[in-house]
T-cell receptor, first 110, second 119 residues
């Protein structure tokens, strides 16, 4: 079992929709939770970064961590075609090296 | 500021040949990571350097893989001999511990990757 599990999708939504992307993790020692966005033929780039449980909002993006259920979520409001990419969740921290999920491919249709 | 620079962007080679991938991290970053990405396994950490010293190479698949970091601005990942199952996109990433967080907290800056195809 991978330490970070993610539904690969693909997920296809109409422009303007609310998108929900989810991951689960198994390592209780993880303290930091990240979402990376990867456009086609590019390297991943950090999108959201949270420490421990709770919510973090940045513009149209909200990251949510529930450590009790080991669940990580990313919500995208008013989705745009430019949001079409693969979204990778990742966890790490302390003495735990960063572990990535396999990514969910999102397509936002105009 | 220039990001992480990787070369070559694409490499096609035949089984048994030696492959060398190169990486220049962001200036001032003291940690460097090599990852491999495939559809089936996602992003896998191969090796991680801190201040040019290999810290964790437990992800290196086998002895055919080796990595060096002779100075703070250059690293190589070598595969010798290459096999078709090594076909993947190899990413280099760097980060700095000067933000107060340890290098493994996840604020990684990735290059654009080297796409390797072994025939």
């Amino acid at each position: 079992q991978k330490e970070v599990e993610q539904d690969p999708g693909p997920l296809s939504v109409p422009e303007g929709a609310i998108v929900s992307l989810n991951c689960t993790y198994s390592n209780s020692a993880f303290q930091y939770f990240m979402w990376y966005r990867q456009y086609s033929r590019k390297g991943p780039e950090l999108l959201m970064y949270t420490y421990s449980s709770g919510n973090k909002e940045d513009g149209r993006f909200t990251a949510q961590v529930d450590k009790s259920s080991k669940y990580i979520s990313l919500f995208i409001r008013d989705s745009q075609p430019s949001d079409s990419a693969t979204y990778l969740c990742a966890s790490g921290g302390g003495y735990q090296k960063v572990t990535f999920g396999t990514g969910t491919k999102l397509q936002v249709i105009p | 500021d220039a990001g992480v620079i990787q070369s070559p962007r694409h490499e096609v080679t035949e089984m048994g040949q030696e492959v060398t991938l190169r990486c220049k991290p962001i200036s001032g970053h003291n940690s460097l990571f090599w990852y491999r990405q495939t559809m089936m396994r996602g992003l896998e950490l191969l090796i991680y350097f801190n201040n040019n010293v290999p810290i964790d190479d437990s992800g290196m698949p086998e002895d055919r893989f080796s990595a060096k970091m002779p100075n703070a601005s250059f690293s190589t990942l070598k595969i010798q001999p290459s096999e078709p199952r090594d076909s993947a996109v190899y990413f280099c990433a760097s980060t700095s511990g000067t933000s107060g967080r340890p290098a493994n907290t996840g604020e990684l800056f990735f290059g654009e990757g080297s796409r390797l195809t072994v025939l």
